[in-house]
C-alpha cells in the first residue's frame, strides 16, 4: 500500500479574490461534471481530475483551511464559528476557483452539492457550503447552503430578477454526522436531496437562466467580512451541467 496523501493546513493563495476577467458573459456549450474529493494532500493543487478549474484558498484574519482524514481520504475543514464582538475581524477562509463561463448553466439542468459535516456550534445565520454567483443584483446564482440556527440546509437559485427560489426541508444536518447534500434543477423545479433522498422541492420557470461571471466558491462567498462563512468540514464537492440522470421523484402516497 502506498503512503496515504498528507493532510495540514493550505496555504492561502491571497486574501482577496484577482480581478474578474473581463469579457461577455457565456453559458456551458454541453455537458460539464466537475468533482473534488480533496485527497490528493497538502502538496498538490486542488483540482479537477480532468485537470482543470484548480480552486485556490484565500482567507483574511489569519483564517486558514486544514485537511483533515475523512473515510480514508481527505475533507477541507474550516475555521471555526467566530464569536468576535465585532465580524470584520472573525478569521475567514474559502475556497475559489478561477472565471469559467463553462460553469454557467444557463437553462440547462444542474446538479451541484457536497458532502458536509457539522455541529450546531458550527452554525450561523448564514454558511454557505458552494455557490456560483449572487442571488441580488441581477448577477443570478447557484447556491448550496446550511442557514438559520436550526441546521436547515438548503438549496438556492435566481435569475436575474428579484425572485430567489429556495428549496429547504425541515430538517436538522448539523449533527454531528456526515450528510450528502444535493441540489438538482431541471427545466421547473429545484430538488433538495440529502443522504440521497428527497427532501424538498419548489416550481421554478423553465426560462430561468444561470449566467455570471463569478468563479466556483466554496465555503463562503469570499472571503472579505459578511461572506456567509462556514464553519465544520466539507468532502466531495461536484457540479454537473446536462447530466443524464432522471429527476428525483417524490415517494407514492399509500
Known sequence: MGTPPSGGVLANAGTTSPPTVAGRVQIAGGPLTLRYNFDGGVRRPIIDPNGRYQLRPLGQNGGRLRLVPQNGGLAVAYPERCHLARERDCPRAILEGPRDDALNPGRRPVRYGASVLMTHADLADGANVLQKGYSVGGVSQFKLQVDHRQGRPSCVIAGQRATIYRAEPAMDVADGRWHALECRRT????????????????????????????????????????????????????????????????????
Open 187 to 254: 427545466p421547473n423545479r429545484l430538488f433538495m436531496l440529502v443522504d440521497g433522498a428527497l427532501r424538498a422541492w419548489v416550481p421554478v420557470p423553465p426560462m430561468l437562466s444561470i449566467a455570471n461571471a463569478e468563479p466556483l466558491r466554496v465555503g463562503g462567498k469570499g472571503a472579505a467580512p459578511g461572506n456567509d462563512q462556514f464553519a465544520g468540514a466539507i468532502d466531495n464537492v461536484f457540479v454537473s451541467i446536462a447530466g443524464e440522470r432522471p429527476s428525483p421523484r417524490p415517494a407514492p402516497t399509500r
